[in-house]
């Protein structure tokens, strides 16, 4: 169990430009989140995947926001056409479905900075 | 919709002194209540959770949170505290039945020596 990990760690980009980000889970773990935090702020939820269906994804941002898990393993995601707004730190969190508790183990986030 | 308030930003405390660190929701519906930690250059984990059942709650490193329904809290606490304790602490709640949890601003915990 190596954990959850996320690329980049860190990524400046220039505003209206395309970033993707990249998040592998735990190994065994069907569940994937996608959260969004700003400075001074919690955790805010974006989106989930249960296997590669995404199930919820009415709390993207923006239509300029999309995520993927194609085979059900990693996900992206993607942000396009960057704001300054988008600045922020992009976290990921997995989740094995099991009895009645789904504890969800986060990786160390992609800070994002957009000039 | 469910809503977390952690009027706290800052705590600053010196090491072997007691913490508490405040946590209110609000919510219409029946909730689950969670405390992450989130060390430095680390990302958040489960510190200790409310699903059900008794009121307080135990970490295995010395927190503990109760659950007040009629004052819509779930405050921590710890007797003493270390420098290792050093963290940012979040105060999340849940939907019954949903995982996805509403987390507070945070409340920064800082120890002195």
């Known amino acids: 169990d190596t954990g959850v990990s996320q690329d980049p760690r860190h990524k400046i980009t220039k505003r209206g430009q395309n970033v993707t980000f990249r998040c592998d889970p735990i190994?065994?773990?069907?569940?994937l989140y996608w959260y969004r935090q700003t400075l001074g702020q919690g955790p805010e939820f974006l989106t989930y995947f249960q296997n590669e269906a995404q199930l919820e994804k009415s709390r993207l941002l923006s239509d300029r926001f999309s995520a993927e898990r194609p085979k059900g393993s990693f996900s992206t995601l993607e942000i396009q056409r960057t704001e300054q707004g988008d600045s922020a730190m992009y976290l990921c969190?997995?989740?094995?479905?099991?009895?009645?508790?789904?504890?969800?183990?986060f990786g160390p986030g992609t800070r994002l900075t957009v000039t | 919709a469910q809503s977390v308030t952690q009027l706290d930003s800052q705590v600053p405390v010196f090491e072997e002194a007691p913490v508490e660190l405040r946590c209110n929701y609000s919510s219409s519906v029946s909730v689950y209540l969670f405390w992450y930690v989130q060390y430095p250059n680390q990302g958040l984990q489960l510190l200790l959770k409310y699903l059900s059942g008794s009121t307080l709650v135990e970490s295995i490193n010395g927190f503990e949170a109760e659950f007040n329904k009629s004052q819509t809290s779930f405050h921590l606490r710890k007797p003493s505290v270390h420098i290792s304790d050093t963290a940012e602490y979040f105060c999340?709640?849940?939907?019954?039945?949903?995982?996805?949890?509403?987390f507070g601003r945070g409340t920064s915990l800082i120890v002195h020596p």
């Open positions: 969190a997995s989740s094995l479905i099991q009895g009645t508790f789904y504890e969800q183990y």
């Open positions: 190994s065994e773990h069907n569940r």
């Open positions: 999340a709640v849940s939907v019954r039945g949903s995982y996805i949890p509403t």
